[in-house]
């Protein structure tokens, strides 16, 4: 069973981690919530930290498991927009990276292939196939195409987003969050999206591919909008679910 969620075991607290989502970033504010100092060798930004570093303190759980929470924890999470994420993922891990993982391997993807290449291979695999900063936001954060966190907040909206959340969490009564660190940032404003969507074959192939991601989560925007990254405006987290203040 894959483990998408980091459930803290002294508050009733999960957070739904999303690679390529400020994910190292979000983990490093919630690092200030642990009561101990974290053991050494792990890296606060990677998931084993939140397996076995911690003390005891955090777990990694399915979305099932987390789902089953969803009563007594307050579960929040972040999305990006699927084509941004897409292309981050693609220069990140395709460009700069000197190395594939080894799930990208085995998708045979390959070091620096163009762009309208490394997507007709992503849209062919499934999604028990794809490397973990492929796969479909909704496959991460979902069951039965429900979402699991009651707070998800959008990556484009990070700043507004982030003072709501720590807004939310007070209200139900938990620790103080904190601002957001700055971790692994490396394109902002994912504006940059135009020439890597320059036909309207490859945005339909990533529609596709994340159809799920676009209507949950970016319903809101035009299909052209999303494939240039041109997000303007105030968007509203998604709240669907009232968070229950801890017992």
């Given at each position: 069973?894959?483990?998408?969620?980091?459930?803290?075991?002294?508050?009733?607290?999960?957070?739904?981690?999303?690679?390529?989502?400020?994910?190292?970033?979000?983990?490093?504010?919630?690092?200030?919530?642990?009561?101990?100092?974290?053991?050494?060798?792990?890296?606060?930004?990677a998931d084993?930290?939140?397996?076995?570093?911690?003390?005891?303190?955090?777990?990694?759980?399915?979305?099932?498991?987390?789902?089953?929470?969803?009563?007594?924890?307050?579960?929040?999470?972040?999305?990006?927009?699927?084509?941004?994420?897409?292309?981050?993922?693609?220069?990140?891990?395709?460009?700069?990276?000197?190395?594939?993982?080894?799930?990208?391997?085995?998708?045979?993807?390959?070091?620096?292939?163009?762009?309208?290449?490394?997507?007709?291979?992503?849209?062919?695999?499934?999604?028990?196939?794809?490397?973990?900063?492929?796969?479909?936001?909704?496959?991460?954060?979902?069951?039965?195409?429900?979402?699991?966190?009651?707070?998800?907040?959008?990556?484009?909206?990070?700043?507004?987003?982030?003072?709501?959340?720590?807004?939310?969490?007070?209200?139900?009564?938990?620790?103080?969050?904190?601002?957001?660190?700055?971790?692994?940032?490396?394109?902002?404003?994912?504006?940059?999206?135009?020439?890597?969507?320059?036909?309207?074959?490859?945005?339909?192939?990533?529609?596709?591919?994340?159809?799920?991601?676009?209507?949950?989560?970016?319903?809101?925007?035009?299909?052209?909008?999303?494939?240039?990254?041109?997000?303007?405006?105030?968007?509203?987290?998604?709240?669907?679910?009232?968070?229950?203040?801890?017992?």
């Open positions: 069973m894959s483990e998408h969620f980091i459930q803290f075991q002294n508050l009733p607290l999960i957070y739904g981690r999303v690679p390529k989502v400020a994910n190292s970033s979000v983990k490093a504010a919630l690092t200030r919530l642990l009561e101990q100092p974290p053991e050494e060798g792990y890296r606060t930004t084993a930290f939140w397996r076995k570093g911690t003390h005891g303190e955090t777990a990694m759980i399915g979305a099932e498991q987390a789902l089953q929470k969803r009563s007594s924890h307050f579960i929040f999470s972040f999305v990006r927009n699927p084509f941004d994420r897409l292309v981050s993922a693609y220069n990140n891990k395709l460009i700069e990276n000197d190395s594939l993982s080894t799930a990208m391997q085995r998708m045979g993807l390959e070091r620096q292939m163009p762009f309208p290449r490394f997507l007709e291979v992503v849209a062919a695999t499934a999604d028990a196939d794809l490397d973990v900063h492929l796969l479909p936001q909704s496959s991460i954060l979902c069951v039965e195409g429900v979402p699991v966190p009651g707070f998800i907040g959008q990556m484009e909206a990070m700043a507004e987003h982030w003072q709501l959340l720590r807004q939310r969490m007070r209200q139900a009564g938990l620790p103080a969050l904190g601002k957001l660190p700055s971790k692994n940032v490396r394109r902002t404003g994912g504006s940059d999206l135009s020439p890597y969507f320059n036909d309207d074959s490859l945005i339909t192939l990533a529609r596709d591919r994340y159809r799920q991601d676009v209507e949950l989560f970016y319903g809101d925007y035009p299909l052209e909008q999303l494939a240039r990254g041109e997000l303007g405006g105030s968007a509203s987290p998604l709240e669907r679910f009232a968070a229950v203040a801890p017992i």
